[in-house]
């Protein structure tokens, strides 16, 4: 057996501390909360991400094994139910099924812990590469650096269950994979980068753009620095092959190929050839149509979006209101990349400085590139620039205490000016404690609401909650963290929860049976769809015609006078959250609108206070809103509006609900709740204050002809709809 040689144990001793080092910064958050009862579930913390139940559901699904959906085709189709949109043919879910089998523990503590551990996994290839360019400390500073910078940390810490657990990870390894296979030109990586390729696709659908910027720079290498070099060429093929819009196995078929054809030295005559079928098959497959949709969905967005068939009905689009979509400042964009903007600024030129040094560091511009696209596209594109900008400021350390007179003040430099860069990102560890999604007591009510239901029911709520409910109860929603491909949906359940009961409980029957006859006509169909010569309308403009209407307006209207309503199929249910009332504005604004032309209606009004003061003759809700106590007038600005109630809510000893309204003056606009429990006063208009979401969550003023009591918490209010 061949001894390991010095620089290998060097190696895997740096890898063998990242990793440590980045297992232990996540247990910070562990060590904070531990024994906090109301953050855990089966004894385990649970997660803090929404979208981290979208793949828990799939995981769950492949362990049970289900195979309640009988007439489904297909080994995946049969491990959930039909149309519950269980992702148990996804990586994520898949992984997290193989590791729960493995390994001896449970389920929930799998999810929990496996994204400090999986994304630790980032410290291999940046010390891989730094092996590369023969400088093994920059790599290690470089590790413990991106291991923990502030957007890095904050999508791959304990709990953050999602695909960014990996999504850095398997770009650098692919980094590595192509500056090795440049540095050595040996065939053997021109297989690991397809291989690493065909893996990203796999874990993570979107990684198209990525994948061909550093096909793009390769090939601006190979033509401006190495032109004469059939290796390169080689590598651009075999990439290509790899990032085809088709089937997994299909590309990886056509991998192999081209391998076994480029191992064969006689065969190099024929390399161009490969390389133009290559980008022939890439563009017929469509390979460059997701690269463009995905680029302009978040650098091109519209606040509404409009079909182009049919009615042409517009609809506000969720990205305008999901933060990591939307502009940061300078100062959040170097903090999140590198602690903080003197880092930020020193990493700018380190990355400059290493690449004069080192030429094939240019590789690594397509992770800048969609790092810096945050400044225009959402915070959550900073994690890409973290690794490379940690190699900048590594190599400046190194680089600086290259310069010392002895190996101990060259270690001393190193150690001192590592642990400058480390201690902001770990102060903003150190702080940032984020919450579960779900406390235990929510938890609690989808626990007691799945024994109730059946699979095949719906739970309506806003999609924030889509994911977990379907999780904890099992049972299907309308929408959920996929909302942003459901227009029409979003607008369906803004529209519930923002109007009056009766529209409510109509339009929540109907969407319920449109969107199964959606299901069926979209299985039915699929083929024609796919050629699009069929277009699958939206629920509510399949509604609209059906019901005899060309105005969606008009149909709308008609929720408030008699209509004939589907026969029940489902048990349909209304989660209403309280923490629902933080978002309330944002929900409003997706029905807010006319369908037919994009215009936004006047927004209700709606202000909550939970830091208000009491200064003598007037109640100080803040942002320059008071309530005269004398007159019961509220002041707003320079205007002294009447108001029309005040309601006060409470809980009494037995947890019902009392409710005592005063009114003042009926000929006004507006209304103060004041929900003693919650220490929150609300100042509503009364659009707001009729609205299902007001007078079912916050008032308990359920119409008992529409709606049944199921669950009744002050943190969450479940209804049934009945028939």
Do not use: C
Request: overall charge positive.
């Amino acid at each position: 057996m061949t001894a390991l040689s010095n620089e290998t144990k060097r190696t895997l001793f740096y890898i063998l501390i990242a990793f440590t080092f980045s297992i232990l910064m996540r247990l910070i958050w562990v060590y904070q909360f531990s024994g906090y009862e109301s953050f855990m579930f089966n004894g385990q913390f649970m997660i803090n991400t929404n979208d981290g139940y979208f793949w828990a559901e799939g995981a769950r699904d492949l362990l049970s094994g289900s195979t309640t959906n009988s007439t489904a085709e297909g080994y995946f189709d049969k491990l959930h139910q039909l149309n519950d949109l269980s992702p148990v043919t996804w990586a994520p879910s898949q992984l997290t099924a193989f590791f729960v089998k493995i390994l001896p523990f449970s389920f929930e503590t799998v999810i929990f812990y496996l994204p400090a551990f999986l994304s630790s996994l980032i410290v291999i290839p940046i010390i891989l590469i730094a092996k590369t360019l023969k400088n093994l400390e920059m790599g290690l500073v470089a590790a413990l650096l991106a291991s923990i910078a502030w957007s890095y940390y904050n999508r791959t810490m304990v709990g953050y269950y999602d695909t960014d657990m990996l999504n850095i990870v398997l770009p650098m390894f692919l980094l590595w994979s192509i500056i090795w296979a440049i540095q050595t030109n040996k065939n053997i990586y021109l297989l690991i980068t397809a291989l690493d390729i065909l893996i990203y696709r796999w874990w993570y659908a979107q990684s198209f753009s990525l994948e061909f910027s550093f096909f793009s720079l390769i090939l601006v290498y190979a033509l401006f620095f190495d032109r004469k070099n059939i290796f390169n060429y080689k590598l651009l093929a075999i990439m290509m092959f790899a990032m085809m819009n088709m089937d997994a196995t299909f590309r990886l078929l056509a991998v192999v190929v081209s391998f076994l054809i480029f191992r064969n030295k006689s065969l190099d005559k024929y390399v161009f050839y490969v390389l133009g079928a290559s980008i022939v098959a890439f563009f017929l497959s469509g390979g460059f149509n997701p690269i463009w949709e995905k680029l302009s969905s978040y650098v091109f967005k519209d606040t509404v979006s409009a079909t182009e068939e049919g009615l042409q009905l517009h609809f506000f689009t969720v990205m305008q209101t999901v933060r990591e979509a939307g502009h940061i400042s300078f100062e959040t964009f170097a903090n999140r990349i590198s602690g903080n903007i003197l880092t930020f600024i020193l990493s700018f030129i380190g990355y400059i400085y290493l690449v004069i040094k080192h030429r094939v560091m240019l590789l690594a511009i397509p992770l800048i590139g969609l790092g810096f696209l945050a400044y225009v596209g959402g915070l959550r594109f900073t994690i890409y620039a973290v690794p490379i900008l940690a190699f900048g400021i590594a190599f400046l350390i190194t680089e600086l205490a290259s310069k010392m007179p002895s190996k101990k003040l060259k270690i001393a430099t190193i150690i001192i000016l590592t642990s400058a860069i480390l201690y902001p990102n770990y102060k903003h560890i150190e702080a940032y404690k984020v919450p579960t999604v779900f406390n235990a007591s929510e938890v609690k009510v989808l626990n007691d609401l799945h024994s109730k239901l059946t699979r095949d029911d719906y739970v309506i709520t806003w999609w924030d909650y889509g994911y977990p409910i379907r999780y904890y109860s099992d049972a299907k929603t309308l929408i959920d963290g996929g909302a942003s491909k459901k227009s029409s949906d979003l607008f369906i359940v803004s529209y519930m929860f923002t109007h009056p009961q009766e529209s409510a409980y109509k339009l929540g029957r109907l969407a319920v049976e449109y969107t199964q006859k959606r299901f069926r006509f979209i299985k039915e169909n699929q083929q024609a769809i796919d050629d699009k010569n069929i277009t699958v309308l939206s629920t509510i403009e399949q509604m609209t015609k059906e019901y005899g209407f060309d105005d969606t307006n008009d149909f709308l209207l008609s929720l408030e006078t008699k209509i004939d309503l589907p026969k029940k199929r489902d048990d349909i249910y209304l989660y209403l959250p309280y923490k629902m009332l933080n978002i309330l504005p944002t929900v409003t604004l997706f029905s807010n609108m006319d369908l037919m032309n994009g215009q936004k209606g006047k927004q209700p009004f709606f202000f909550m206070s939970r830091n208000f003061k009491d200064i003598g003759n007037k109640i100080d809700f803040g942002r320059g809103i008071y309530l005269d106590k004398k007159t019961s007038k509220l002041i707003i600005g320079k205007n002294k509006i009447p108001i029309k109630r005040f309601v006060k809510t409470g809980y009494d000893s037995q947890m019902k609900l009392q409710v005592q309204t005063q009114y003042i003056n009926m000929t006004s606009n507006f209304n103060v709740i004041y929900m003693t429990n919650y220490n929150t006063f609300l100042i509503l208009d009364e659009k707001m204050y009729n609205s299902t979401y007001i007078q079912l969550m916050v008032l308990e003023n359920a119409d008992k002809s529409l709606f049944e009591e199921v669950i009744m918490n002050p943190q969450v209010k479940v209804y049934k709809l009945k028939i």
